[in-house]
């Protein structure tokens, strides 16, 4: 059984850091392309970062040089470092998986990050 499960949000004012993880279970990150998303009240649910099975990684181009995402496979942990948080960064975050030779796709419940102007 799959299972996706987020941490680390909460609330931070203007300019402040906050690190996301994602413990998977269930999965391997060496045949899931992992994803971080947000959904905004009122928003259609958005592309962060993605990292894919290979190591590539890219960013939604609001986020690229603030944000970081990374993995531990060690952990089986997937991270989101973010750096100089905007008001506009607030959302719920979630993880994502898509398998590799499939179309199954998974998600975590999602945590609640708010950045106070």
């Known amino acids: 059984q799959v299972q996706l499960v987020e941490s680390g949000g909460g609330l931070v004012q203007a300019g402040g850091s906050l690190r996301l993880s994602c413990a998977a279970s269930?999965?391997?990150?060496?045949?899931?392309?992992m994803a971080w998303y947000r959904q905004a009240p009122g928003n259609q649910r958005e592309l962060v970062a993605v990292?894919?099975?290979?190591?590539?990684?890219d960013y939604d181009s609001s986020v690229r040089g603030r944000f970081t995402v990374s993995r531990d496979g060690a952990k089986n942990t997937l991270y989101l470092q973010m750096n100089s948080l905007k008001p506009e960064d607030t959302a719920v975050y979630y993880c994502?998986?898509?398998?590799?030779?499939?179309?199954?796709?998974?998600w975590g419940q999602g945590t609640q990050v708010t950045v106070s102007s």
């Open positions: 269930g999965i391997s990150f060496d045949h899931n392309t």
């Open positions: 994502n998986a898509k398998y590799a030779y499939r179309s199954w796709e998974w």
């Open positions: 990292i894919t099975s290979g190591g590539g990684i």
